[in-house]
């Protein structure tokens, strides 16, 4: 059965929540819906967190990233719920997500948030 894009991220133990440790999660899979215009808007998505107890399952980051392909949403605004989402569900450390996105209108935007715990 294949996969189906989803909301629910899978949390982990961190195999080492005694020691500062960074994870760098990466993909240029990211893509949404321009809310003003309908087109496709298309991204690469970098977060880098260190883990306290728990860690993100990484079929269910990508599932939740895909998740955003029919939404219509602005480039700002995806890339500050990817970072509530994941502090919710994994209280890090520290969290930052960096979102670099493809030209539209002659312009390429890079957006990046930012969690300290």
């Excluded at 133990?13 to 990211?30: F, G, S």
């Excluded at 399952?57 to 955003?68: G, Q, V």
Aim: some cysteine.
């Amino acid at each position: 059965m294949p996969s189906e894009p989803s909301k629910d991220l899978i949390v982990l133990e961190n195999p080492k929540p005694d020691r500062d440790y960074e994870i760098r999660c990466e993909t240029p899979e990211l893509t949404c819906l321009c809310p003003v215009t309908g087109q496709p808007d298309f991204a690469t998505v970098i977060i880098t967190y260190i883990p306290n107890e728990l860690i993100v399952e990484l079929k269910s980051l990508k599932l939740y990233l895909w998740s955003f392909r029919d939404e219509g949403v602005h480039h700002e605004g995806v890339t500050n719920r990817i970072l509530d989402d994941l502090v919710s569900a994994l209280s890090p450390r520290s969290m930052t997500v960096v979102t670099n996105w493809l030209v539209r209108g002659g312009i390429a935007t890079t957006v990046t948030a930012t969690h300290e715990s």
